[in-house]
Nanobody, 121 residues
Framework: QVQLVESGGGLVQPGGSLSLSCTAS????????MRWFREPPGKQRELVAA???????NLADSVKGRFTISRDNAKNTVYLQMNRLKPEDTAVYYC???????????????WGQGTQVTVSS
């Protein structure tokens, strides 16, 4: 019913920049929140950034000042601009969204397929 499709990962040198995007499609009534998580090699998945209706945006302390999250509600798309990348930012990045399919059903949680970001010289 709902799909999240990510794009924009890749290999970049330390200090470089990458931009990720994630677009939700399908039967969507309202998107309450769109978030980016990441899963570094051998570690647990962690929240990186969130853009939430009525709350605004927030970033993990480890990426503040370097990453920016933004949403285009008309396109059901969330972006993650990553600057001054570090080797420790290497991870699979996942898009996540809390979506209402209609006006009466509770929100459902959806995930993208993940995109690899590798920061290495």
């Amino acid at each position: 019913q709902v799909q999240l499709v990510e794009s924009g990962g890749g290999l970049v040198q330390p200090g470089g920049s990458l931009s990720l995007s994630c677009t939700a499609s399908g039967r969507i009534f309202n998107i309450y929140s769109m978030r980016w998580f990441r899963e570094p090699p051998g570690k647990q998945r962690e929240l990186v950034a969130a853009a939430t209706n009525g709350i605004g945006t927030n970033l993990a302390d480890s990426v503040k000042g370097r990453f920016t999250i933004s949403r285009d509600n008309a396109k059901n798309t969330v972006y993650l601009q990553m600057n001054r990348l570090k080797p420790e930012d290497t991870a699979v990045y996942y898009c996540n969204a809390l979506i209402e399919l209609d006006s009466v059903s509770p929100m459902s949680n959806y995930w993208g397929q993940g995109t690899q970001v590798t920061v290495s010289s």
